[in-house]
Every structure is written in C-alpha cells, then in structure tokens.
C-alpha cells in the first residue's frame, strides 16, 4: 500500500514538474525592430512636419542676409565693402547658432516626447497580446535568428497608431 501511494504522489509529482517546466519554457517573446516603428509611429510623424516648418522659418532669414550679401558683393565700388561683409558674416553667424539651439533643444524634446508614447503603448501592447518579452532591435543584426512570427513590428506599428488615434 506505501508503495502505491509513494510511486502515486511521484507520478503526481513529476506531471507536475513537467507542467511547471512547459510552462516555463514556452515564454511568449518577439521582437520589434525600433526603428521602423519610431519612424512609422504617427505621432513621431506629426512631429517631424512641426520640426520642418520650424526649420524653414528659422533659415529664412539665414537665406535673406544671403541673398543680401550676395547684392552687396556685386556692387564692387561700395567704399564699406569689407564691414558689410564682415556685418553679413556676423548676423549669419547670430542667426546659424539660434537656429542650431532651437532645433536642439526642439528635437531632443521630441525624441524624449514621442519615445515616452512609444513605451507607454507597447506596454500596454505586450500585457494585451500576453508577451512576456519584446526584444527591441535597431535593424543592426541584434537578434540574427529568429522563428517566423516572432518579429511584432508591424503588428506594434499598427498597435501604437491606433493607441494614438485613440481608437
């Protein structure tokens, strides 16, 4: 009778043990390639276009005193020739350093500002689609196997997009 009940509670034990080990084993992963899915991430999008008319409005007066510069030049009989170049030179030297400081300081902002949504979004992605881990690569050949459908990439743009649209 002990013998029976020993070889039960270890037959018990093992199944067990192997349900543990399954379990265990078969961690939901993938991997996502980042940089795509920054770069395709809408609001990262939005971003940008906000970043590009600011740079156009912050070069237009860069090209103006340019274009000025170049009048000037042609006019080879101005006696103050040389202190309006010398002028042209400081007031793009002005104009080229608030420019390098406001797009700066404007795309670190931004780049902070759209990877906090990122993280938030595939967060809340993995804990719905029941991952366990996403592995985040950079294109560069981080993970240089991987089983067919493990890469979430679009699945995660797709995901992060509709988040943002609110839908």
């Not at 961690?27 to 590009?52: C, H, M, P, S, W």
């Not at 510069?69 to 202190?83: F, G, H, I, M, V």
């Not at 996403?134 to 988040?163: C, H, P, S, W």
């Amino acid at each position: 009778m002990k013998v029976k009940v020993i070889t039960g509670f270890l037959i018990v034990l093992s199944f067990v043990g192997l349900c543990y080990y399954v379990h265990v084993s078969t961690v939901e992963t993938g991997y996502i390639d980042t940089l795509r899915v920054y770069n395709e991430f809408a609001y990262k999008q939005e971003l940008q276009a906000k970043y590009d008319l600011l740079e156009k409005r912050l070069v237009a007066p860069i090209d103006s005193i340019k274009l000025e510069a170049e009048y000037a030049l042609k006019d080879s009989l101005n006696p103050n020739l040389e202190e309006l170049i010398n002028k042209f030179r400081k007031d793009i030297y002005v104009l080229e350093s608030q420019k390098q400081t406001e797009l700066g300081r404007m795309d670190k902002e931004y780049f902070s500002t759209v990877w906090t949504h990122l993280d938030e979004y595939i967060k809340v992605y993995g804990e719905e689609s029941k991952y366990k881990i996403i592995f985040g690569v950079k294109g560069e050949g981080n993970i240089v196997y991987a089983k067919q459908g493990m890469d979430l990439t679009d699945d995660v743009i797709e995901f992060v997009n509709r988040k943002y649209e609110g839908k």
